[in-house]
């Protein structure tokens, strides 16, 4: 008996050129951050582990690395400083803030300079801000305090963005009001607005120097990070750095909470950022070192999920090999 009407779905996938007419999202270096670490008191670069082609640069060698981004087409990045003098109460702006003066001297505007803005490479524990007297607290006014003086410095020195990644309350609205007071109006502000407490960090805190190291009663950093059960507060945080002016939201990490991505790019109407973490980068690396995957095209695929659930930026440590491992899957 012949069947009539079949659908036949079989027929928009059988050639490249007819896969590559009908699809809905095309994955582009355009609109991928280059994450870039630069280290005080090192005199020779080091690699890191787990994220291939990414290192603990030092103030020479981090030149040197994006003048080479520049050449395979990357333009935007994300600067983490990571100063040799760590402290508890107060911090010097000026080791990071030096780094992006120098970039921004030698690049200009041929580069897009976002400064991540947090004290987990600054304290002596590695806590996220200022811890108090009995150490089982991180206090909210002070460490807002100190992270709008660093956010003043950064873009001072000429960052074109700054990027709170701490997650306490008010930091976003404090950041913006003095930007504007020092007239740095067109300074945008990024903020990592639903940031989870994730153990897909685990590459990044050795680049960054940024672990919990102890001498404080607290052990991690679930008193403010977003729990991974609790996506509502991802919503509810997000809409309030909203209200306090951010330009840019993001959520991180990627592609564990695609779902909390879908779900809040179509409800607030802003730019979305996606943060796809060294975990997850080092996942698909340490797989395909193992030739259990094939490395360049899995990348593009977790790209191409972040897109489809609503990204329009997205911050990968594979940016500066995103037209190479692009042109290998078309
Ligand atoms: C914290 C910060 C973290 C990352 C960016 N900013 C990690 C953390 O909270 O420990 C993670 C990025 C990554 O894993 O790639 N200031």
Redesign the pocket.
Known sequence: MVQEKRLNLRRLRQSPLIRDLVRQHRVSVDQMIQ?LFVVGGIREREAVPG?TGTFRETSESLLRTVESDLEAGVKKFIL?GVPAEKNTHQFRADFTAGEIASLKKRFGKDIFLAA??????YTTHGQ?GVVNAEGDHVENGSTVHELAKLALAYAQAGADCVAP???MDGRVGAVREALDEARLDQTLLMS?SA?F??K??????V??D???KGGTALKD?ATY?IDPSFPQDAYMSSIRDVEEGADILMV??GLPYLDVLAKLSSQIQKPWAV???????AGIELLAQQGLMQGPAAHVEAWTAFVRAGASII?T?GARHAKKFLESVS
């Open positions: 994450p994220l983490f991540d803005v947090c004290l987990c490479s996220c990644s701490d997650m990592y940031k407490h994730s897909f960090y685990g590459p990044f805190r680049a960054a940024a672990a919990p950093r990070q991180k990490p943060y796809e973490v060294s975990g997850e980068y911050i440590y």
